[in-house]
């Protein structure tokens, strides 16, 4: 069955940096596109960077601009996040996720908490 399992998240200070990864199993990984999105506390879960399969094209909410990066590899059925200069509203859980026909699949989540 489709499982994608996030690592990585941690508690950081303002500025550091995390790398998070979400290993995925149960699909033909290389073909479909991989999203990650975070929900901080008491706020709906947002769009944070996605991924396309084959061209591996990426694209980002405004707030991810300069300071994440998504990438994947094939090879490894693995989506990273690369996240700089963190602050501390990006403290949430953070998900990846993808869409296989008209089914979500999410992981189970990893917290990010960034705070001095």
């Known amino acids: 069955q489709v499982q994608l399992v996030e690592s990585g998240g941690g508690l950081v200070q303002p500025g550091g940096s995390l790398r998070l990864s979400c290993a995925a199993s149960g699909f033909p990984f290389s073909l479909y596109s991989m999203i990650w999105y975070r929900q901080a506390p008491g706020k709906e879960r947002e769009l944070v960077a996605n991924?396309?399969?084959?061209?591996?094209?990426?694209n980002y909410v405004n707030f991810a601009k300069g300071r994440f990066t998504i990438s994947r590899d094939n090879a490894k059925k693995t989506v990273y996040l690369q996240m700089n200069n963190l602050k501390p509203e990006d403290t949430a859980v953070y998900y990846c996720n993808t869409r296989l026909g008209s089914v979500d699949y999410w992981g189970q989540g990893t917290q990010v908490t960034v705070s001095s």
């Open positions: 991924i396309d399969g084959t061209r591996s094209r990426t």
